[in-house]
């Protein structure tokens, strides 16, 4: 069964704080991608990653393919990065599963 | 370059009554892919579009159907409204076909409401 888990649910850290949100996924997939979305329900795309790492500002995604695991890290934590961060897997059947979310709350 | 727009931005139905939401995406993005968020099931795939083609649908009843236009814009309708697609309807545009392998832009949303 194609699946998602996404860890923690809920995180709250101090502003400057370093993050580290995490997905796992159950089977080999084509793409992953970290998606933001703040109150109100609009959804940025991140990232899309199939190999490696990338980094965008303070932002860094890493996938680890043997495991089947990819972290969202964020330097320097600012209250601005409140939101919830979803983890989306393309398993190759070109549909999108998403984790849960995880809840990220930085407090100045 | 404008991002991807949606309408209505809100909506209040009754139960059994029908919608239709709309997506224009992104100028030159061919591929719409459509979702649904419930505080219980968080987010799903409804169906992706590609030059007027569906190309790929989730795991949703056949009250809820789409279509894409020649210009890429996109409505997706669902009939029969009932209590339980009361959700955040989202929609996402992206340039190429199997479009869930490419960078996804994502419209503001429309908040479905049926009581």
């Known amino acids: 069964k194609n699946e998602v888990e996404q860890s923690p649910q809920n995180l709250t850290a101090q502003e400057g704080e370093f993050i580290t949100i995490n997905c796992s996924y159950s089977v080999g997939i084509s793409a992953l991608h970290w998606l933001q979305q703040h109150p109100g329900g609009g959804i940025v795309s991140l990232f899309m990653?199939?190999?490696g790492k990338k980094k965008h500002g303070r932002l860094i995604a890493t996938i680890n393919i043997q495991e089947k695991h990819s972290s969202l890290h964020i330097t320097a934590s600012h209250p601005r990065d409140s939101a919830v961060y979803i983890c989306?897997?393309?398993?190759?059947?070109?549909?999108?599963?998403f984790g849960t979310g995880t809840r990220l709350t930085i407090i100045p | 370059k404008a991002g991807v727009t949606q309408t209505p931005r809100y909506l209040i139905k009754t139960r059994g009554q029908q919608v239709t939401l709309s997506c224009s995406p992104i100028?030159?993005?061919?591929?719409v892919s459509w979702y649904q968020q419930t505080p219980g099931q968080g987010l799903q795939f409804l169906f992706e579009y590609f030059s007027e083609t569906q190309r790929n649908k989730g795991n949703f009843p056949g009250r809820f159907s789409g279509r894409q236009f020649s210009n890429s814009r996109s409505e997706m309708n669902v009939s029969t409204l009932e209590l339980g697609d009361s959700a955040l309807y989202l929609c996402?545009?992206?340039?190429?076909?199997?479009?869930?392998?490419?960078?996804?832009?994502f419209g503001p949303g429309t908040r479905l409401t049926v009581t």
């Open positions: 989306a897997v393309n398993f190759g059947n070109e549909k999108l599963t």
């Open positions: 100028s030159g993005h061919r591929s």
């Open positions: 996402a545009s992206s340039l190429g076909a199997g479009g869930l392998t490419y960078e996804q832009y």
């Open positions: 990653l199939s190999s």
